[in-house]
C-alpha cells in the first residue's frame, strides 16, 4: 500500500482501496492515457490530445484553487496508480451542483465508482455543505446511468449544459441531502 497521497489544493478522502484528492502533476501520464481512450471518452467529449488534457487537468486544479471544490483524483491505494477522476464540481451556469465520474478503462468492473463516489456525495453534503447533488449523464450512457441509481439518484428529466457542451444530450440525475442519508445507509 502506498503513502496517504496529499495535494496543496484540498483534502484527501480515503476509503477501503482508494485515496481521492486534488490532481497533482503526477496523474497527467494515466489522465493523458484515459483520456485517449475512445471508448472511455464517448461520453465525456471524445479523445483529447495531450495538450487538451493538460489544459483540462489544469482547469480542474484551477477549480480547487477558486472554488474549493473540484474532480478528485482517484488513486488505487494497493499500487498508486491514477483510476480516475470523481468529485463534486459546479463550473460557471452549470444547472446544479454535480458529482460526476469517469474512470479509466482499467478501473472499471472492480467497484471503484460506486466507492468514490460514495465517499464524495458524502464530502458534497457533510463538507461543502449541499442540499442537492446531480449528475449531467448522456441518456446512452448506461453504466453512469446505473451507478446514479446505485447511488439512490433518480432521472429528473433532460437538461441543458453551457458551452462549449451545450450541444450534448444530458439527463440531470439527482437527489436531495436527506434522501443521501437515507441511500447511503444501502450502501454501507
Given at each position: 500500500?502506498?503513502?496517504?497521497?496529499?495535494?496543496?489544493?484540498?483534502?484527501?478522502?480515503?476509503?477501503?482501496?482508494?485515496?481521492?484528492?486534488?490532481?497533482?502533476?503526477?496523474?497527467?501520464?494515466?489522465?493523458a492515457?484515459?483520456?485517449?481512450?475512445?471508448?472511455?471518452?464517448?461520453?465525456?467529449?471524445?479523445?483529447?490530445?495531450?495538450?487538451?488534457?493538460?489544459?483540462?487537468?489544469?482547469?480542474?486544479?484551477?477549480?480547487?484553487?477558486?472554488?474549493?471544490?473540484?474532480?478528485f483524483?482517484?488513486?488505487?491505494?494497493?499500487?498508486?496508480?491514477?483510476?480516475?477522476?470523481?468529485?463534486?464540481?459546479?463550473?460557471?451556469?452549470?444547472?446544479?451542483?454535480?458529482v460526476?465520474?469517469?474512470?479509466?478503462?482499467d478501473?472499471?468492473?472492480?467497484?471503484?465508482?460506486?466507492?468514490?463516489?460514495?465517499?464524495?456525495?458524502?464530502?458534497?453534503?457533510?463538507?461543502?455543505?449541499?442540499?442537492?447533488?446531480?449528475h449531467?449523464?448522456?441518456?446512452?450512457?448506461?453504466?453512469?446511468?446505473?451507478?446514479?441509481?446505485?447511488?439512490?439518484?433518480?432521472?429528473?428529466?433532460?437538461?441543458?449544459?453551457?458551452?462549449?457542451?451545450?450541444?450534448?444530450?444530458?439527463?440531470?440525475?439527482?437527489?436531495?441531502?436527506?434522501?443521501?442519508?437515507?441511500?447511503?445507509?444501502?450502501?454501507?
Amino acid at each position: 500500500m502506498i503513502e496517504r497521497p496529499t495535494s496543496p489544493l484540498g483534502p484527501t478522502l480515503e476509503t477501503e482501496r482508494l485515496f481521492l484528492r486534488p490532481p497533482t502533476h503526477d496523474d497527467f501520464p494515466r489522465w493523458a492515457d484515459f483520456m485517449s481512450d475512445p471508448e472511455t471518452t464517448r461520453f465525456i467529449g471524445g479523445v483529447q490530445s495531450k495538450h487538451e488534457v493538460w489544459r483540462a487537468m489544469a482547469s480542474v486544479a484551477g477549480m480547487w484553487a477558486l472554488q474549493g471544490e473540484g474532480m478528485f483524483s482517484v488513486i488505487e491505494k494497493a499500487t498508486g496508480l491514477w483510476m480516475g477522476r470523481i468529485g463534486p464540481l459546479h463550473p460557471y451556469d452549470w444547472p446544479g451542483r454535480e458529482v460526476g465520474w469517469s474512470l479509466h478503462r482499467d478501473a472499471t468492473g472492480k467497484g471503484y465508482a460506486v466507492e468514490a463516489a460514495a465517499a464524495t456525495m458524502d464530502y458534497a453534503f457533510d463538507e461543502l455543505d449541499w442540499p442537492d447533488v446531480i449528475h449531467c449523464i448522456d441518456p446512452d450512457n448506461r453504466a453512469s446511468e446505473k451507478l446514479a441509481e446505485r447511488l439512490g439518484s433518480t432521472n429528473r428529466g433532460p437538461g441543458a449544459i453551457p458551452p462549449p457542451f451545450h450541444e450534448h444530450k444530458v439527463n440531470l440525475w439527482g437527489q436531495t441531502r436527506d434522501q443521501w442519508q437515507e441511500n447511503r445507509q444501502r450502501l454501507r
